[in-house]
């Protein structure tokens, strides 16, 4: 079983990804990964670097490669993954076409549920604790909204964690999986 969590940045995916993880015995990871395209996309998100949008859209899908085969490696036990493809489609596809980003990520494994935890952007903004090139209040509304559209489109688990405390948020969360299991 593979499970991702997307949604803007303050709305929760970290705190229950791990959570999630933990209380299903799953193995947890993330992306952007820690491996070396991993890193260099975290210091372009900073403002390190400056590269365009299709570059990268093309370093996210470099490490998804590299991230699948720590993803293939664990399915048996079960993968919890804190953003996947759709964080692509959501932020990198407000500047790049959709279908290239899909057919650059072609031959990745797709996640069995996704779940999208949505938030008041005001609430995600309190709750960042570090900053990046697309922690904006206008840019996560036009994020949030096109994870919405994409929701629809692939059958996402929408949550929305805005007057949640984390254990309730966590408890919804387990009862809509479960009943995915």
Not at 29 to 39: A, C, K, L, R
Not at 44 to 51: C, F, P, T, W
Not at 89 to 108: R, S
Request: charged letters at 30%; glycine letters at 4%.
């Amino acid at each position: 079983m593979f499970i991702a969590f997307e949604g803007i940045d303050g709305s929760g995916k970290t705190t229950q990804s791990k959570l999630l993880a933990k209380k299903l015995n799953y193995f947890w990871t993330y992306e952007p990964t820690d491996g070396i395209v991993g890193n260099l996309i975290r210091q372009i998100l900073k403002g390190k670097y400056k590269v365009d949008s299709k570059t990268l859209t093309l370093l996210f899908a470099a490490d998804r490669f590299e991230h699948n085969k720590i993803i293939r490696k664990n399915l048996k036990r079960g993968v919890v993954c804190d953003r996947y493809i759709f964080s692509s489609l959501a932020y990198q596809g407000l500047d790049v076409d959709e279908e290239y980003i899909l057919n650059i990520n072609k031959g990745i494994i797709m996640p069995d549920i996704t779940i999208l935890l949505v938030v008041d952007i005001d609430i995600a903004l309190k709750r960042l604790k570090s900053s990046d090139i697309f922690e904006k209040r206008d840019f996560l509304e036009k994020i949030q909204k096109k994870y919405l559209e994409l929701s629809k489109r692939y059958n996402f688990i929408v949550i929305d964690t805005t007057d949640k405390d984390v254990y309730e948020t966590h408890k919804e969360i387990l009862k809509k999986v479960k009943a995915c299991l």
